[in-house]
């Protein structure tokens, strides 16, 4: 090749990557009103439907194409999002999904997938877009070893469900001092899935369940009663915990 094809080669080169550079990374879109773009592909697990994934993340109202008001404290903000349950911003639940960890995902929220017409006075107005930069750090694990797979209705969230348990302390992977349990003063606990009411690990848990079924729980603290335990030290500080149960009943199923 000569130098002069040779130097056009190179000068093609050059134009190519620097027209992919002003590109950027593709937007993809969720569906419509909520679209996505990877600034970083990360490298550990996929973040799937259920999980309950720690996020470092940072909002703006997003105007005229471009970052307005910032939303967050200025430093961004870390929490954790059960992903499809719609306790957060349906929309960033959807955006981290397929998320890997380690990977910046900035997440474009219409307001449909956000607080719609209605806003979140002072700082959302109503029909606003905003602008999630999100980096996925962590999916917290719980387990349900089930013993006895329930014929029933299937629980939902909304739906008021009885349960009998038996809850220990779990140390070292087995069994440590019980606390409390339901048996003991025969009558189910009974409450409404997705409101709250119970640690995150049971609304997980429970959700899909069906009547009849008795399974181990174990749950991690950030799930249960996290770095502050009970006001009362049943439960210490960041302590996992082990819940023998039964989904006994779901009114109304």
Known sequence: MSRAKMAAALLTAVLVAAVAGCFGPKVKTIEPGLTYVDKVAGKGAVVAKGD???????GWL???NAKGKQLSSATGDTITLRIGSNAAIPGLEKGVAGMKL????EVTVGPAHAFG???RPPLVPGNATILFEVTAIEV???EVQVQQEGTGAMAAPGDQVAVHYTGYLWQNGAL?????SSLDRGEPIRFKLGQGMVIPGWEAAFDGMKVGTK???IIPPRLAYGP???PDGTIPPNTDLAFDIELVGITGK
Do not use: P
């Open 62 to 64: 997003w105007e005229n």
């Open 140 to 142: 917290i694990k719980y």
């Open 215 to 217: 399974a181990r729980l």
């Open 117 to 119: 017409a209605e806003g």
């Open 228 to 230: 502050q335990g009970t």
């Open 176 to 180: 440590g001092k019980k606390f409390d």
């Open 52 to 58: 309950f994934v720690v996020v470092h993340t940072t």
């Open 102 to 105: 380690g990977g910046t995902r």
